[in-house]
């Protein structure tokens, strides 16, 4: 029989460079790690470890095979080997690691201003520390800025890679407020990452 850990990234992708290692950003707000058991007996503890450091993290929940538990808000403290120890009904003691390595920091957008007027303009800039990015683009609605084609949204690019946008305010009635998501790729993050601003 043999334990297992994985990490279950609750966002769109769960990504994976290789095995045995996981990929996430600094500042993610949570990741999830699952430690299982295919042994016949049941377990009675999980103990979880970070650079060979025994770590309290919150627990998802807890089944006799199987733990799932999160970290909160990625830092560097968190990047090395994480990993699962567990010891059955039989007193059978088994374990399991996997490699966290952290990909630069989530995108966070900067506004030109602190005032959100109505007629005016205003520039929203993705500012990341991600490398290798293959696309940066926007979002409103649930549609990409670029296909969307507003006339008061200019966009300082292109579909699949702009830096800013710039909105010119108005006030709809049927919408006073609108959240821009900017999200960024790279050659190993398939789903992507955002950070949403109000306007």
């Known amino acids: 029989a043999v334990v297992s850990t994985q ?32 042994g016949t007996d049941n377990v009675r503890s999980y103990t979880w470890k970070l650079n060979g450091e025994i770590i309290n993290p919150t627990v998802k929940y807890s089944e006799p095979k199987r733990q799932r538990v999160y970290i909160e808000r990625l830092d560097s403290s968190h990047a090395g080997v994480f990993e699962c120890e567990v010891t059955t009904t039989n007193n059978v003691t088994a374990r399991a690691a996997l490699s966290l390595q952290l990909q630069g ?4 957008i900067v506004s030109s201003t602190d005032e959100f007027i109505y007629g005016t303009n205003v520039t929203l800039t993705c500012k990341h520390s991600i490398i290798n990015v293959t696309k940066m683009y926007w979002i409103e609605d649930g549609n990409t800025l670029y296909a969307l084609n507003r006339p008061y949204v200019t966009i300082h690019g292109d579909g699949d890679y702009a830096e800013s946008v710039t909105v010119h305010l108005q006030k709809e009635a049927s ?3 609108e959240v821009y998501e900017c999200r ?13 601003q109000i306007l």
Do not use: D
């Open 105 to 108: 920091s989530l995108p966070e």
């Open 7 to 38: 990490s279950t990234g609750e966002r769109a992708c769960e990504v994976y460079q290789n095995p045995g290692t996981y990929l996430a950003y600094q500042g993610e707000e949570r990741s999830v790690f699952t430690c299982s058991w295919n």
């Open 184 to 196: 960024v790729e790279n050659e190993i993050m398939c789903g992507g990452a955002h950070q949403k």
């Open 175 to 177: 919408e006073p407020s």
